[in-house]
């Protein structure tokens, strides 16, 4: 199967969540997706409200929820710090290459219906708001004194 296109929906969900893995010490996709959604949905928040920050990634979990089964154990509420639960869980039945793949299908469910909504190009923007480019790391792999 080919990438998808350099501008795809689809393509920029994966970047989200490979910049947030990158930025992870631990390497653990579970704390990752959990950290993206929490600045995802607060970069929602701040346009639609908290509200409309939930209905946006409830209706994303129910689109890509058809194929992805995992995301039947997530939830979405409005609370700013927490917005989504059920991650862990969803990994411990799943495994952590179906969550992986369910949280890219929620990010990738989510820039299309923010598309629909606002246009691709505010969508887009949006969303690349969230990513977080990971430090540089020195030869030997360790942090520097204080992270």
Do not use: C, K, W
């Not at 992805?68 to 609370?79: C, D, G, I, K, S």
């Not at 991650?87 to 039945?93: F, K, P, Q, S, T």
């Not at 299309?112 to 505010?122: A, N, P, T």
């Amino acid at each position: 199967m080919s990438p998808p296109p350099e501008n795809s929906p689809g393509r920029l969900a994966r970047q989200l969540f490979e910049y947030e893995l990158a930025s992870t010490h631990s390497g653990e996709s579970t704390a990752a997706a959990e950290r993206l959604i929490e600045r995802v949905y607060a970069a929602l928040a701040r346009t639609f409200g908290a509200y409309g920050a939930q209905a946006l990634l409830v209706r994303a979990i129910g689109r890509a929820g058809t194929d992805h089964p995992v995301l039947a154990l997530v939830t979405v509420n409005a609370e700013p710090t927490s917005p989504m639960h059920g991650l862990a869980e969803a990994a411990n039945v799943h495994g952590m290459q179906a969550t992986s793949d369910g949280v890219v299908a929620l990010l990738t469910a989510l820039v299309q219906g923010l598309g629909r909504l606002i246009g691709d190009d505010l969508a887009v923007n949006l969303l690349e708001q969230t990513i977080v480019v990971p430090a540089p790391r020195p030869a030997d792999g360790r942090l520097p004194a204080g992270h």
